[in-house]
């Protein structure tokens, strides 16, 4: 059995391959293939961009894919969402295809583009929401650097936006979220239909999901009196409560636990106050919950 697995190329490349790589796979990629090499002898992997992804996957020349909802959407593909993997090439959240236009125009609203022009790579979805509010406008696909198209070549754009500081530098001010979006691993549906695939993705999206859990979260393991452990599990906001255990000194414990990576500077001077000993902070790679 082979997998036959589409890894989006671009923007999501790089976030996705190390977000493999937390879950255990090391792909391994090439600036003059399309084929890159995995460490897993039942997974065949494929650069394909995430444009095209939903297509390919439902046409049945992938068994699965990773692409964004937005994309699925856009090419209205009959596909199965095996998992949602909420991680983006600058952080790991959502983001948004979001209706701008320029700072200096009148324009306010969706309502005042009847007539006008709007650039945008997402050309059917933008056609859907502008039908759904009753506004008639040229809708014109866009090859890129669309944020620097507004006023000269069209009146509005839709683009997607983690931060808003791209649209921000070009002097373009949101007014409408069209759509929201995450990448997702999807599959075709006779792959999800077979057996041994199925078993296959699910291993894949479990350790996909764990890596994502894992992600801005570190393991803490301390040594703590046990006359001192109600003063030091005070100072933790745990996961789940910490695993607490004896030492072979039944005076003293040892207390594990997962916290956020922000909040560990902060924390740990409290639990040597408190009276832990022998702090040791850890990365994580995957928490499977």
């Known amino acids: 059995m082979k997998l036959k697995l589409g890894i989006p190329k671009g923007s999501l490349e790089n976030a996705t391959i190390e977000l493999f790589r937390r879950a255990g796979f090391t792909i391994t990629t090439s600036s003059r293939s399309y084929f890159p090499g995995i460490d897993d002898p039942e997974i065949e992997c ?13 046409d049945g020349i992938l068994d699965a894919g990773l692409t964004g909802r937005d994309w699925i959407q856009e090419n209205e593909a009959d596909v199965v969402a095996v998992a ?8 790991f959240g959502k983001v948004r295809w979001v209706l ?23 050309v059917a979805t933008t056609r859907r929401y502008l039908a759904s509010h009753g506004v008639a406008a040229k809708v014109e696909f866009s090859w890129g650097a669309t944020e620097v198209k507004p006023p000269v070549l069209a009146d509005a754009i839709v683009e997607v936006t983690e931060t808003g500081s791209s649209l921000r530098a070009n002097k373009l001010k949101i007014i409408d979220t069209v759509t929201e979006s995450n990448t997702q691993l999807i599959a075709n549906r006779r792959s999800w239909a077979d057996a041994e695939k199925r078993r296959k993705l699910e291993d894949i999206r479990l350790l996909l999901e764990g890596a994502i859990n894992a992600l801005g979260k570190v393991g803490l393991m301390l040594n703590v009196h046990k006359d001192d452990l109600q003063a030091v599990l005070a100072v933790l906001p745990a996961l789940k409560r910490p695993t607490i255990s004896h030492l072979s000194d039944e005076e003293w414990l ?4 997962i916290l956020d990576e922000t909040t560990v500077r902060a924390i740990i001077p409290r639990l040597k106050q408190a009276g832990a000993q022998g702090i040791v902070e850890y990365p994580l790679n995957k928490i499977v919950l």
């Open 100 to 122: 701008a236009v320029p700072e200096s125009s009148g324009l306010q609203s969706v309502k005042d583009l009847q007539g006008k022009v709007v650039a945008t790579e997402l």
């Open 254 to 257: 040892a207390v594990n636990t």
């Open 84 to 91: 949602d993997l909420i991680y983006a090439k600058q952080s």
């Open 46 to 58: 494929m650069l394909i961009r995430a444009q095209e992804m939903a297509r390919y996957v439902e």
